[in-house]
């Protein structure tokens, strides 16, 4: 199977598209074509950090009898509709019919390259689209919305180790979030996080409690020692911002 790969030239992280997104149904024949079962990342929020490259699945079915070159599905929002994609990689046609074709896509995504906006960081809706030999094409909405997401990272240290049962367990940390504009991660302050522990022997963790990060991200809090476990942070994430979970830290309760 082959593969068609373009890229685009943009000044930031998003390109302004020349030719207008039309608002269609799914599915609508527009201009001749009809795409269909479009999936982007199963559906599920693209979580990117500060420096590495994202690769995203998508795919799609496109039904048409013009010839064509270049289908694609990408995310733009905005009156302007501007474009986030830094390239797509397509699948040659896999035969449907004569007429419909099913694609396999990767976008990719990586801000060590382009300069992205952290202003980028939320919902984006998915459009379709295909360039005819000879000229014009097709582009449709198809009615679905991606969230795109800075990167989270957590940190953990439980002190003292060991520890005598009974006695107090300090439990510190911090949280930080990918800032596409410097390449790095910053202090994400003001986050509730969970603070999470899991038994020795056990297999899955517990929340013991929520704890708010003050402003520069800092976290600390304390238990009581009870036995001996594992102690980690938990952040949920938001509309902009991926989850994230620390490494844990052991702690022996003599």
């Known amino acids: 199977m082959g593969k ?48 590495k490259e994202v690769t995203v699945p998508a795919s799609f079915r496109m039904a048409t009898s013009h010839q064509w070159k270049f289908p694609a599905v ?26 419909v074709c ?8 990586d801000p060590s390259v382009w300069d992205m906006r952290n202003s ?17 094409g097709d582009t449709d909405d198809k009615g679905l919305t991606v969230y795109v997401k800075r990167g989270s990272r957590l940190t953990v240290n439980a002190s003292p180790e060991p520890v005598v049962k009974g006695s107090t367990i300090t439990v510190t940390g ?7 504009e410097t390449r790095k991660y910053g202090s994400y302050g003001g986050r509730t996080v969970s ?19 003050n402003g520069s991200g800092d976290l600390r809090t304390t238990v009581q020692a009870s ?7 938990a952040y949920y994430g938001n509309t902009t911002t991926g989850p994230s979970t620390s490494s844990g830290d052991s702690v022996v309760v003599k």
């Open 4 to 51: 068609q790969v373009w890229r685009v030239v943009v000044a930031g992280g998003a390109a302004v598209v020349s030719t207008a997104v039309a608002a269609v149904p799914a599915g609508a024949a527009e201009g001749g074509v009809s795409f269909s079962r479009v999936q982007v990342n199963g559906g599920k929020p693209i979580v990117i950090g500060a420096s």
């Open 174 to 180: 911090k949280v930080t979030r990918a800032n596409w």
């Open 102 to 109: 099913d694609f396999n896509e990767t976008m990719f995504f």
């Open 74 to 99: 990408f995310l733009y929002r905005g009156v302007t509709h501007e474009r986030l994609w830094h390239a797509i990689e397509t699948s040659d046609c896999v035969k449907v019919s004569p007429s």
């Open 227 to 233: 036995k001996t476990g594992t102690w980690r942070w």
């Open 120 to 136: 980028e960081a939320g919902a984006w809706k998915v459009a379709a689209e295909v360039h005819f030999k000879g000229g014009g």
């Open 195 to 213: 603070l999470q522990f899991k038994p020795a022997g056990a297999a899955s963790y517990t929340t013991v409690k929520k704890v708010h990060a």
